[in-house]
């Protein structure tokens, strides 16, 4: 049972132009909604992440929107660059079961030049 | 100044072996994490230890056996690898209530 659906799988993007992934859950225990960037045969990074309370979250070009009632939340990239050209995940955890994280299939955002 | 490290980068083993994973966190986090990532990139919890004792175990053979010395280290021990285990494997740490996890560089595992 995939918990949190991702799409797309990929993304090409022309530079300056804005990126949009998006994000679908079904457990409505979730209580946290990050967003990680992995580089090639590097970890995740933490990019930025929301918590349900609030319908968006904004840091540089980076924002998420999170829509409770339809149980969906994207990523944002706004003034996309090539340096942003990575594998993106979302991913959803609920503090009360050990914050494990479930994970997005992930994106994988080519930004040309 | 590494948070999150991992030792080795790239394991290359042959079937049937026994092997292990080190990980250190100087972050002072309470939790930490073993998850796994296919081929496919796609990421999932193994386990999960808070202050050396385990508290999330999924459904993962008994073959993999996570050890934490201290709350800064957990290990993972691989025994009698198969083929299937191949992937890169990835350690993370968590604060207080472990929403913010921080991860590793990955040990990338190649059973042969």
């Known amino acids: 049972q995939q918990q949190v659906k991702q799409s797309p799988q990929s993304l090409i993007v022309q530079k300056g132009g804005i990126s949009i992934i998006n994000c679908a859950y079904e457990?409505?225990?979730?209580?946290?909604f990050p967003w990680y960037q992995q580089f090639p045969g590097k970890g995740p990074a933490l990019l930025i992440a929301?918590?349900?309370?609030?319908s968006e979250k904004k840091e540089g070009r980076f924002t998420i929107s999170f829509n409770k009632s339809a149980k969906q939340f994207s990523l944002h990239i706004m003034d996309s660059q090539p340096g942003d050209s990575a594998t993106y995940f979302c991913a959803a955890s609920e503090s009360s079961s050990g914050s494990r994280l479930t994970f997005g299939e992930g994106t994988q955002l080519t930004v040309n030049p | 100044d590494t948070a999150v490290s991992q030792t080795p980068k790239y394991l290359v083993t042959q079937m049937g072996n026994d092997k292990s994973i080190k990980c250190e966190q100087n972050?002072?986090?309470?939790?930490m994490y073993w998850y796994k990532q296919d081929s496919k990139k796609f990421l999932k919890i193994m386990f999960s230890y808070n202050n050396k004792e385990l508290i999330i175990n999924e459904t993962v053979p008994n073959r993999f056996s996570p050890k934490s010395p201290d709350k800064a280290h957990l290990n993972l021990h691989i025994n009698s690898l198969e083929l299937g285990d191949s992937a890169v494997y990835f350690c993370?740490?968590?604060?207080?209530?472990?929403?913010?996890?921080?991860f590793g560089p990955g040990t990338r595992l190649t059973v042969l």
């Open positions: 993370a740490s968590g604060g207080s209530g472990g929403n913010e996890q921080f």
């Open positions: 929301i918590r349900p309370d609030v």
């Open positions: 972050l002072g986090h309470d939790t």
């Open positions: 457990n409505t225990a979730f209580d946290y």
